[in-house]
């Protein structure tokens, strides 16, 4: 289909900065979130195709941000209980981390809570990558945390029972393991689970299927 949006600065977005949409269908309409590089934004759409931008009353789509020049960015969306989840990162003083903002409309959102930070991921700004959220079961969370693209991608696994809460300097209670991929995502069909994540090129998506073992001790 070629290129179907394209940052308007006219609404606030910066010049070449859209990036990471992740779309989630809400009631009848696919709502679509992404970054313009300095905030979060939607848009929304009834055909999963043609996407229509949410404004503000001051005509800008940016939702919300960690502040202009600390990069807010790779929106992901999860229902939790009640509420929305929206797991993004940025790098205030370019130290990286892993944020949260809840909603339950989407539209208004809570201010933002550091979910994850530090470890064996460092503390650069490119050191909370990607976030992605999944709920296993019933009160069991895992984080997925990029940290290296390329053919030497590495991600990093956490596990929480609380999803504001993946560990901050706190490895020993919290990752589980690393995986030489960069920015999955995960998705179930049916009974299964599957995992698309970067080419080591950069230049296209893998998928692969996806078991979840207990971990050796």
């Not at 789509?61 to 202009?68: P, Q």
């Not at 929480?160 to 995986?179: K, Q, R």
Request: charged content about 20%.
């Amino acid at each position: 289909m070629g290129i179907t949006m394209e940052a308007r600065p006219d609404a606030g977005e910066t010049a070449g900065g859209l990036q990471a949409p992740h779309v989630v269908k809400i009631g009848s309409l696919y709502h679509m979130f992404y970054g313009d590089w300095e905030n979060i934004c939607v848009a929304t759409s009834e055909d999963g195709k043609t996407f229509a931008r949410c404004l503000n009353l001051n005509g800008k789509t940016g939702m919300f941000s960690e502040g202009l020049g600390n990069n807010t960015r790779d929106p992901m969306v999860i229902r939790i209980k009640d509420a929305w989840h929206c797991y993004y990162t940025a790098y205030p003083n370019k130290r990286g981390a892993v944020y949260v903002r809840t909603s339950k409309d989407t539209r208004d959102w809570s201010e933002s809570k550091i979910v994850a930070f530090g470890g064996k991921t460092g503390t650069n700004a490119y050191s909370a990558e990607c976030p992605f959220v999944v709920e296993l079961s019933t009160g069991e969370f895992y984080l997925f945390r990029t940290q290296r693209y390329g053919e030497n991608a590495i991600s990093r696994v956490y596990h929480s029972h609380n999803p504001l809460d993946f560990g901050i300097d706190n490895d020993g209670e919290y990752l589980v393991c690393s995986l030489p991929v960069a920015a999955p995502e995960l998705i179930k069909s049916g009974a299964h689970w599957y995992i698309a994540s970067l080419l080591p090129s950069l230049k296209g998506i893998r998928v692969a299927r996806l078991s979840w073992s207990p971990k050796a001790n």
